[in-house]
Every structure is written in C-alpha cells, then in structure tokens.
C-alpha cells in the first residue's frame, strides 16, 4: 500500500491537469481495499482508476484511493466459450490485447479505449458497433460502507448508452473490484459495418478478417484521428453522440441534408457529436491551451497548461452553439469534478 500527502494528479488523470489531493492511497489487494474502507470514512474518499473519464476543476479535498487491482485470467470455458476475468486494475487495452492474443473474441472492436478495467461497466464503454454489455457477465464490487462484496448481474447493471446503475441508483456507493467476461472461442461475431473499419481492412487487403485485423484496424483508426494522451491530454470522446425521434431528425434532415445518423430503434437516430461540433466550426478551435482537435471534434485537449476551468469552459462553449445551431443538447461523457 502506498499513502501519499497533499500529492500531484498531473499524471493520474488523461488530461493532465495539474492539480493536487489533500492525501493519495494506492491499493493492489483486496486486503489492503478493506483496510483503507475501514480507516477512512466512505464519504471522505474519492475513488480513482485509470484517470481517463474525468475532468478536475480544482484541488481535491479528500483522500484519493487508488485501486491498482491487478490479475487477469481465463475463469472457465466450454466448447465455444471463454469466461474470463480481469481485476480493476488491469489497463483495459492492454486487457483487450491479452484476450486476442488467446483468441477470446468480442472485445476487439474496444482495443485502445483509455482506462481500467474497473471502470469500463461504470459508463458501458463502447466503439465501432461494440458495447461491453456484448461480452460483459457480471462484475464483483464491494459497498463502500458495509464493505460486503456483491456480484452485480447484467441486468442488475441495467446497462444503456455510455450508462449504467454505477452512474444511476449505485452511484457512489460501490468499487467494482472485477469484471467477468464472456468472450468466444471459435465462430467470432466479427463487427465491420461501422466508422472505417471496412475501409482499413480493404486497404490492407484483408477480406477474411481476424479478431487481430480487426483490432489492428480500430487502433489505425484511432491512432489516426485520437492523440496519445501521454502526449497531448484528453480524456477521448468527450461528449456523448445525442439520440433524437425521428420527427426531430426529419427537420435536421431538411436543413442539413449531409447529417449523418445511426438507427438505435424504430423511433431513435443517433447523430455523431463530432460532425455536429466540426459543421459548428470549432475542429481544430484553440484558446491558450484549451482546444478541440484537429483530427477528431470529439475530443477536447490540453496542449500543456490548461486548467481543468479552461477545458471546461470550453465545452460549455461548444454546448451552447450546438443548441443554438441544431437545437441538440450535448450531454458531457466525462465527469466533471468541481
């Protein structure tokens, strides 16, 4: 166990904003969980994984417990299936990259997403068509205050977009400590219909795909429009792609006839967040340090000394023009600590 005071969050959050807690506690056992939950108050606590979803608007004021679970293995299996199951702490790609190399296929369409495993059921992380609750089974989280281990259910995570009961009625009152995953042996479900993904493996002249090609082809296209945030800070898509009717697509149709959309279900368009913020104007918009990148409008950057107020301002920025363009409301994926 580690145990730090008044310590520097530069490089604990993907942003890099520098920023500091009044005291920092790193765990990599169960053990040593219960330990820190039993001398500190829940309510005194903020919990921290990867970093890679949040945005700190000030110093923290609590003490930051760190959970650095780590271990990953194969649980069970059967003639199609793998169960496997990975600890909090695991890097996610790195995660996704040791299921491939397996041949566990389901998660390759998530290669490169920032983050830990522990915090990828909190928003059902997503790309490319691909959604964790895909392959997700159950996780293994322990309640802050009676500090009893609980095995959350697929339904009892009542997943939605980038949404689950870890952001909703649990919010707050569990660490997700596991995750187990329910990933194919053989027959892989190949997802290639979305983003680029067609087009990156045609340019390598792929036409029977592994779950490898396919990995390969999301982290080129990543690669291609997302910075490495240990080189320019972010925290990836940082606004949620909006869901409209029909009858509010119909009129955006008529005024922008090039919006491209997604049907989620019969009365449901979805409508990419990046488009609407590049058609705004602000692809590539920079004031000091706080800025919208070139390559991808969906993400917002530090380019070295942005405080968290900057990034923020801007985003609410960017909001307001949306709405007053297209009438669309962005709602932030990242968290915002205030």
Not at 116 to 124: A, K, L, M, R, Y
Not at 204 to 210: L, Y
Request: charged share 25%.
């Amino acid at each position: 166990m580690e145990h730090y005071k008044n310590f520097s969050l530069k490089d604990y959050n993907t942003f890099g904003i520098d920023v500091s807690a009044k005291a920092f506690v790193s765990v990599s056992s169960l053990e040593e969980l219960k330990e820190v939950l039993q001398q500190v108050y829940a309510h005194e606590l903020f919990i921290l994984g990867g970093g890679s979803n949040i945005l700190l608007l000030k110093n923290i004021d609590q003490t930051i417990l760190h959970i650095n679970l780590k271990g990953k293995a194969l649980e069970r299996e059967d003639e199609n299936y793998a169960y496997v199951r990975a600890h909090a702490g695991e890097n996610w790609h790195e995660f996704v990259r040791w299921c491939i190399a397996h041949n566990f296929g389901g998660l390759e369409n998530l290669s490169l997403i920032p983050g830990n495993v522990g915090t990828s059921p909190i928003q059902n992380i997503g790309a490319y068509g691909v959604e964790l609750k895909d392959s997700f089974v159950s996780c293994e989280a322990i309640h802050k205050q009676t500090l009893q281990t609980k095995t959350f259910t697929k339904a009892e995570c009542d997943f939605g977009y980038r949404n689950s009961t870890f952001k909703n009625e649990n919010k707050d009152k569990y660490i997700i400590t596991s995750v187990l995953f329910r990933l194919t042996k053989k027959e892989h479900s190949l997802h290639t219909g979305y983003g680029a993904i067609l087009a990156e493996l045609e340019k390598e002249n792929i036409d029977t795909p592994s779950i490898k090609d396919i990995s390969n082809a999301v982290i080129s296209i990543r690669q291609s429009k997302l910075p490495n945030p240990k080189e320019l800070g972010n925290s990836g898509s940082f606004f949620k792609n909006p869901i409209v009717d029909k009858t509010a697509f119909a009129k955006l149709k008529e005024k922008f006839p090039e919006i491209p959309s997604y049907t989620v279900s019969e009365n449901e368009i979805k409508i990419p967040a990046g488009w609407l913020i590049e058609k705004a104007g602000f692809k590539g918009y920079r004031r000091e340090d706080a800025g919208v990148h070139e390559n991808q409008a969906l993400v917002l950057v530090n380019y070295g000394n942005a405080t968290g107020k900057d990034i923020y301002k801007l985003a609410q920025e960017i909001q307001k023009k949306i709405w007053n363009v297209f009438e669309i409301r962005l709602e932030m994926e990242v968290n915002v600590i205030s």
